[in-house]
T-cell receptor, first 116, second 114 residues
Framework: SAVISQKPSRDICQRGTSLTIQCQVD?????MFWYRQQPGQSLTLIAT?????????ESGFVIDKFPISRPNLTFSTLTVSNMSPEDSSIYLC?????????????FGAGTRLSVL | GNSVTQMEGPVTLSEEAFLTINCTYT??????LFWYVQYPGEGLQLLLK?????DKGSNKGFEATYRKETTSFHLEKGSVQVSDSAVYFC?????????????FGGGTRVLVKP
């Protein structure tokens, strides 16, 4: 399995500010994903973080709002920009591939974001 | 497109009761099926999986059988404990879908009372 560290684990932010969430994996992985889990809801895929190129965003999510970086095979960041209370959610990093069990996706503990 | 439907919660049980959480799916290809569990305040953990029809996944006393004829992957546990209180997500991964993405059900909250 993979050990996935997310920072921060939680934060309370003011409207209009931005927050960058970091995801560090203890081994090289092929795929890295970012999900959003709104209160009491299921998980929604925001984007796939691609190493060395622009992330691939799902319908309803745009780069200006959720810029993503992935400089190498073990690290990615997600920024939530110009936040509003509607952005209050849990944001989860997820990984798959390379040295991990085939077709298994692993998740970090999540970042709990509250926007006032 | 692919979709996963699971029973809505919350499900409230007494300790040692039998738990069933229904999950059905639609997929264009031959998906792998998963159950993930989210304990309070934590991220998702893989509970069990099945990769082809008639496979049975099992872990921590939980079981689920991949039923292609009924497109189902129901989760069961014979005797639940208070520590099983969590949200359970059924999911599928379709190798024929772009990027092999996970599709999640809506989640089922389970509360086990002593």
């Amino acid at each position: 399995s993979a050990v996935i560290s997310q920072k921060p684990s939680r934060d309370i932010c003011q409207r209009g500010t931005s927050l960058t969430i970091q995801c560090q994996v203890d081994s090289q992985v092929t795929m890295m994903f970012w999900y959003r889990q709104q209160p009491g809801q299921s998980l929604t895929l925001i984007a796939t973080a691609n190493q060395g190129s622009e992330a691939t965003y799902e319908s309803g999510f745009v780069i200006d709002k959720f810029p993503i970086s992935r400089p190498n095979l073990t690290f990615s960041t997600l920024t939530v920009s110009n936040m509003s209370p509607e952005d209050s959610s849990i944001y989860l990093c997820s990984v798959r591939g390379q040295g991990l069990a085939k077709n298994i996706q692993y998740f970090g503990a999540g970042t709990r974001l509250s926007v006032l | 497109g692919n979709s996963v439907t699971q029973m809505e919660g919350p499900v409230t049980l007494s300790e040692e009761a039998f738990l069933t959480i229904n999950c059905t799916y639609t997929a264009t290809g031959y998906p792998s099926l998963f159950w993930y569990v989210q304990y309070p305040g934590e991220g998702l953990q893989l509970l069990l999986k099945a990769t082809k029809a008639d496979d049975k996944g099992s872990n921590k006393g939980f079981e689920a059988t991949y039923r292609k004829e009924t497109t189902s992957f129901h989760l069961e546990k014979g005797s639940v404990q208070v520590s099983d209180s969590a949200v359970y997500f059924c999911a599928l991964s379709d190798v024929q879908a772009a990027g092999n993405k996970l599709t999640f059900g809506g989640g089922t909250r389970v509360l086990v009372k002593p």
